[in-house]
């Protein structure tokens, strides 16, 4: 039997001089991502290819075309793993949840948070939604600047929490804020060679893990297994699986720490880049507001409504394509495997540039225009299936996808029916690390309605 010939997409040739050389890689690509990578490829195409420092590892994959994007995220995803380096670091705080799971591991988990997302239980949430929008509006004044960041940011983890988890995570606010800032610098920022003893980076992971695990336990610790309580953390102290087990307080834990940050901090993104791009173009804002009026007539909205809220759920929409919360997807060939003209030896690790696919001209007209009449029915008709996803694709998509897409909807409906945002004059730049974050915070004008 022979072997297949390894065909390469092309690529930089491999780094040379040594320490100083990785370093002004590293320098060059963590200063300017989207850049950095984009540059590569404007010169080498739809994929290229970055052998490892010695050439002794099969190498990374980086693609950007929709069609290789189903490949890999849909009638070929058997033939990859989670286990690519960026979720071993990650891991480190989430354990081995539903995020960075694999094989019956992940099914099991799925099989059990599924029914915390089935339709019924979507439209129960729509009212804690709503009412959490609400109750965050209310406390704004008018002529305030403020934060709207972190506006976002405990108003959606306080929606996760009552939803999911069925508490009050007010008074966890500061903790939870802290620890996520802790969690984007260290996991997110330039990676410096120190052992893990001396490493800023390292400690600030375990010191992150140690307060949200001290939030997550004291919930699970709270339940005992039969209790009343209809959210996700009672079904998992309750969960029997096929085989008759049950989960531990680890697998418990695990799962709670993915959905407790997965289910706010990329929600909360695009919520704040909703509010920047509308304050950016007064038109689609008016258009907004009209909106809301005439289908809510002041009341506040329920899921009822979603289906006449066209153009604020198509707002949501597009700011998460010009800024995907998850802007990059990461995978790890676990065969030999085709995508496109290319062959992938097992072990390759595979970047999806999510942040790239959605800026391709060749999908979307003026791809740095925000226009959010793209993403109506008739306009949307003849594109790539896979040129959008915010939310990735195939059986391992996001769980949580239309509970983010109900709750961006809705919350934006409940603000925006009250209060306007404008800009404050100064620069909002990336901050891309975990998620796709503005840098600094967003500090907005209120303006009632």
């Excluded at 790890?332 to 001209?361: F, K, N, T």
Aim: glycine letters at 8%.
């Amino acid at each position: 039997m022979t072997t297949p010939t390894v065909r390469r997409p092309p690529g930089p040739a491999p780094r040379k001089g040594g320490a100083l050389g990785r370093l002004r890689y590293v320098l060059n690509f963590y200063l300017d991502p989207m850049g950095f990578v984009g540059g590569r490829f404007q010169r080498y195409g739809d994929a290229y290819f970055v052998d490892s420092a010695d050439g002794s590892q099969p190498g990374l994959y980086v693609f950007r075309h929709p069609d290789h994007v189903e490949q890999v995220l849909v009638t070929k995803a058997r033939s990859f793993s989670k286990q690519h380096s960026a979720f071993r670091t990650i891991g480190q705080v989430l354990g081995n949840g539903l995020l960075n799971s694999d094989g019956d591991t992940w099914r099991r988990q799925r099989r059990l948070v599924q029914p915390a997302f089935s339709k019924q239980r979507l439209t129960e949430y729509a009212a804690s939604m709503v009412a959490e929008a609400d109750a965050e509006v209310a406390g704004w004044r008018d002529g305030e600047t403020r934060d709207v960041a972190t506006s976002m940011m405990e108003m959606t983890l306080r929606i996760v929490c009552s939803t999911l988890f069925g508490y009050d995570s007010t008074g966890d606010a500061d903790v939870v804020r802290q620890a996520m800032n802790g969690l984007q610098t260290s996991l997110g920022g330039i990676p410096l060679p120190l052992p893990e003893v001396i490493s800023p980076s390292a400690r600030m992971i375990k010191r992150s893990r140690a307060d949200l695990d001290r939030i997550i336990y004291r919930l699970i610790d709270a339940r005992r297994p039969g209790e009343s309580h209809e959210d996700l953390l009672q079904r998992l102290v309750d969960a029997v699986d096929e085989d008759g087990t049950t989960l531990t307080r680890k697998e418990v834990r695990d799962q709670l720490v993915t959905l407790y940050l997965a289910g706010h901090e990329t929600t909360s993104n695009a919520l704040t880049w909703t509010f920047h791009l509308l304050a950016e173009h007064p038109e689609a804002e008016a258009r907004l507001h009209a909106e809301l009026d005439e289908v809510l007539d002041g009341r506040l909205p329920t899921a009822d409504d979603l289906p006449r809220l066209r153009w604020t759920e198509q707002c949501f929409t597009e700011a998460m394509r010009l800024y995907p919360p998850v802007y990059v997807l990461s995978r790890m060939a676990r065969e030999d495997v085709e995508i496109g003209e290319w062959h992938l030896p097992a072990g390759s690790e595979v970047v999806i540039w999510v942040w790239h696919v959605h800026r391709d001209p060749r999908f979307w007209d003026e791809p740095w225009a925000f226009r959010p009449e793209r993403f109506s029915p008739e306009a949307s008709e003849g594109r790539p299936r896979l040129a959008y996803l915010p939310f990735g694709a195939g059986p391992r998509a996001c769980i949580g996808k239309v509970f983010a897409q109900w709750e961006g909807t809705l919350a934006l409906a409940t603000i925006a029916s009250k209060v306007r945002l404008e800009g404050t004059g100064g620069n909002v730049d990336l901050n891309p690390r975990i998620t796709l974050a503005p840098a600094g915070g967003l500090e907005m004008r209120v303006r009632r309605r």
